[in-house]
């Protein structure tokens, strides 16, 4: 399995986050049931590699710390994008940003911009060209003026 594949799975559970009052832990447990993760995969090509458990660490870090610092993440996304309440942005497209603004604070093995571009790749999958404008634009505001990238 790809790092990329890696982050979608992890941003589809940031997605359950917003819907299930359930901890990372019990979601990723769920996830990786085997039986569960298989039917998963006629559902989704994403899923249908297990993923290894270097993998495992990167997905469950990301769950983990997105959970645990979500209104930081959250005041991030508020913030940049100008004009816009939380409750207007898609739940895709905010999981999406949630992660890649994780991944660029707290994850030193990866790249600003390749947590960008791989935010913006994944939001062209399930969103309008449109919102993966947007997306790109909260993002680039983000890493220029928090990150100084």
Partial sequence: MTRTNAREIAVHLVYSLHYFDE??????????????YAKLG??????????????????????RGVQ?????????????????????ISRIARAIMETAIYEALYMDDVPVGAAINEAVELCKKYEEPETASFVNGILGSFAREVLGK
């Fill in 23 to 36: 901890q990372a832990d019990v979601l990723l447990e769920q996830l990786f049931e085997p039986e569960y």
């Fill in 42 to 63: 006629e559902a989704s090509a994403v899923y249908t590699e297990q993923p290894d458990e270097t993998q495992k660490a990167y997905i469950g870090a990301i769950l």
């Fill in 68 to 88: 645990d610092k979500l209104p930081e993440l959250d005041g991030y996304i508020e913030q940049f994008a100008t004009g816009w309440k939380l409750s207007r």
